[in-house]
C-alpha cells in the first residue's frame, strides 16, 4: 500500500498561507498510556505554526463499547496550522503509526489514537475525515478537556462547549 507522502512547506509558504487552529483528540490505553500522550505532543508540535500547542490536563477514562480492556488517559490540544485538513490527517495517522497504532477493532484497546475534532470553522464531510468530530458533542473525555483549552469556544452549529457538559460528564473523568 503506498502512502501518499505529507505536504511539505518551505517557510516562504508558511507566511504566504493562513494558519488555522484546530483541536486534536489524543487517546491511549496501551504501552504506558500517558507516555504515549507524552510523545504526542511532543510529535504534534512540529505540526503547529511556531511549534505553539496548547495540552489539556489528561484524564482517566472508561473505554468505550463492549470490548474489554483497560482504561483510557485522553487529553485534547489545540493548535494553529498550515496543513490542510486531509493533509492533516496524515500527519496525524503518521504519528499513531509511529506510535505502534494498529487498527483491527473498532472501539479496541490501543498505543495512540488521534482525532481532528475541530479544523476552525470549517465542516468537512469525506470519506476520511468529518469535522466536527461525528461524536465529540456526546463524549465527556473530549468535552472536559476540549474546555480545559478552550472554555468560551462555541462550536461551528454555534453551540456553547459550555452548555454540552453536564454535571454527570464531570463526574465520568478522573484527572491525572
Known amino acids: 500500500m503506498s502512502h501518499k507522502p505529507l505536504k511539505v512547506h518551505t ?86 503509526n509511529g506510535q505502534g497504532r494498529v487498527r483491527d477493532l473498532r472501539w479496541g484497546p490501543r498505543t495512540l489514537d488521534l482525532d481532528i475534532l475541530l479544523y476552525g470553522e470549517l465542516m468537512v464531510d469525506l470519506p476520511r475525515l468529518t469535522v466536527p468530530h461525528y461524536g465529540m458533542k456526546q463524549r465527556s473525555f473530549v468535552l472536559i478537556p476540549l474546555a480545559d483549552i478552550a472554555a468560551d469556544l462555541v462550536l461551528p452549529c454555534n453551540t456553547k462547549l459550555q452548555h454540552l457538559i453536564t454535571i454527570e460528564m464531570r463526574a465520568e473523568l478522573i484527572q491525572i
Open 11 to 96: 517557510r516562504a509558504t508558511k507566511a504566504a498561507e493562513k494558519a488555522t487552529r484546530v483541536f486534536v483528540a489524543l487517546g491511549a490505553n496501551l504501552e504506558n498510556p500517558e507516555q504515549q500522550l507524552d510523545n504526542a505532543v511532543t510529535a504534534i508540535k512540529s505540526l503547529g505554526q511556531d511549534h505553539h500547542i496548547k495540552v489539556s490536563h489528561y484524564y482517566r477514562s472508561r473505554p468505550m463499547g463492549d470490548v474489554k480492556q483497560p482504561d483510557y488517559v485522553n487529553a485534547v490540544v489545540s493548535f494553529s496550522t498550515t496543513l490542510s485538513p486531509i493533509d492533516l490527517l496524515d500527519a496525524l495517522q503518521a504519528i499513531e
